[in-house]
C-alpha cells in the first residue's frame, strides 16, 4: 500500500518559515519524481517545486528563491523549505510521487495535505 504522509504545516507570520517533510512507504522512493503542490481556496492546484529521479530540482517562479525542494533517497522523504513566506503562500501543500510508465502513462500517488497559513 502506497503512503505519503505530509507534515509540518502551520501557521506562521509573514517574513516566516515552515519546513514541511513528506515520508513516502510502499514505492521504490528513488525512481520517483517527487513534488510539492498546493492549492489555496478557489485556485486549482498548482506545482510549487519538484525533485526529479536524476536529482534535478525545479519551482514555480513564484517561489523560486525562497522555497527549497530536496529529498533523501535513504530515508524515503522529500521535504519543502518554505523561507519568506508571504499571504500568497497560504494553502494546503501536497507531497506527489509520479513516475513514467511506459511511453507515455504515468503513475502517481498523493498524500492527504498539510495547511500552511501565512497571517499576521
Known amino acids: 500500500q502506497v503512503q505519503l504522509v505530509e507534515s509540518g504545516g502551520g501557521l506562521v507570520q509573514p517574513g516566516g518559515s515552515l519546513r514541511l517533510s513528506c515520508a513516502a512507504s510502499g514505492i521504490i522512493f528513488s525512481i520517483y519524481d517527487m513534488g510539492w503542490y498546493r492549492q489555496a481556496p478557489g485556485k486549482e492546484r498548482e506545482l510549487v517545486a519538484v525533485?526529479?529521479?536524476?536529482?534535478?530540482?525545479n519551482y514555480a517562479g513564484s517561489v523560486k528563491g525562497r522555497f527549497t525542494i530536496s529529498r533523501d533517497n535513504a530515508k524515503n522523504t522529500v521535504d519543502l523549505q518554505m523561507n519568506s513566506l508571504n499571504s500568497e503562500d497560504t494553502a494546503v501543500y501536497y507531497c506527489n510521487a509520479v513516475r513514467r510508465v511506459g511511453v507515455r502513462d504515468t503513475i502517481s500517488f498523493w498524500g492527504r495535505g498539510t495547511q500552511v497559513t501565512v497571517s499576521s
Open positions: 525533485s526529479t529521479s536524476g536529482g534535478i530540482a
